[in-house]
T-cell receptor, first 113, second 111 residues
Framework: DAMVIQNPRYQVTQFGKPVTLSCSQTLNHNVMYWYQQKSSQAPKLLFH???????NEADTPDNFQSRRPNTSFCFLDIRSPGLGDAAMYLC????????????FGPGTRLTVL | LAKTTQPISMDSYEGQEVNITCSHN???????ITWYQQFPSQGPRFIIQ???TKVTNEVASLFIPADRKSSTLSLPRVSLSDTAVYYC????????????FGSGTRLSIRP
């Protein structure tokens, strides 16, 4: 039973063409995270939501935006993808950070041509 | 946020016990220590979490000394399928904390 679902699993876009990645969860968790993971690197936190409160990391480029219309869904918008944005994008949720398990989705692999 | 330091890579053989140590000198009172496992092209998966002393579950044990400045993940009798990257994280007990990954340890198990 999938708990954190990411669509699509693979996304190909063209340089500069906006793209949206989606994440949904069936856990009713308050906190949702978006990470970027490049080859052979650790996941890098882009931003996270606590309910509707948005928390952006200081070094996340403005090119990356996010929306959370309700508890279950969260979107990552890349306004003008560059070649350097090719990566795996991971969505994760947690009920209460620190003592609750953080559940990750399978990721969306983004290719930029 | 407490920074973690762990070995970049480790090698071992099937059937051996593997211990991966993580240093977190600046750990705060409200911080918990959590370990994740990640296989290629998959999201990280929770392995174990602890606050102090020893925690054991069906896949691993976590040893945390009294000063909590380090922790050791112990994997008993590893198999080839344990080849993965293992991340040590320090996470604040909070309703809306950041969860930041360190560089991880790439564990390779050989036959």
């Amino acid at each position: 039973d999938a708990m954190v679902i990411q669509n699509p699993r693979y996304q190909v876009t063209q340089f500069g063409k906006p793209v949206t990645l989606s994440c949904s969860q069936t856990l009713n968790h308050n906190v949702m995270y978006w990470y970027q993971q490049k080859s052979s690197q650790a996941p890098k936190l882009l931003f996270h939501y606590y309910d509707k409160d948005f928390n952006n990391e200081a070094d996340t480029p403005d090119n990356f935006q996010s929306r959370r219309p309700n508890t279950s869904f969260c979107f990552l918008d890349i306004r003008s993808p560059g070649l350097g944005d090719a990566a795996m994008y991971l969505c994760a949720t947690v009920g209460l950070a620190g003592t609750d398990t953080q559940y990750f989705g399978p990721g969306t692999r983004l290719t930029v041509l | 946020l407490a920074k973690t330091t762990q070995p970049i890579s480790m090698d071992s053989y099937e059937g051996q016990e593997v211990n991966i140590t993580c240093s977190h000198n600046n750990i705060a009172t409200n911080d918990y220590i959590t370990w994740y496992q990640q296989f290629p092209s998959q999201g990280p998966r929770f392995i174990i979490q602890g606050y102090k002393t020893k925690v054991t579950n069906e896949v691993a044990s976590l040893f945390i000394p009294a000063d909590r400045k380090s922790s050791t993940l112990s994997l008993p009798r590893v198999s080839l399928s344990d080849t993965a990257v293992y991340y040590c994280l320090v996470v604040e007990y909070s309703s809306a904390s950041k969860i930041i990954f360190g560089s991880g340890t790439r564990l390779s198990i050989r036959p």
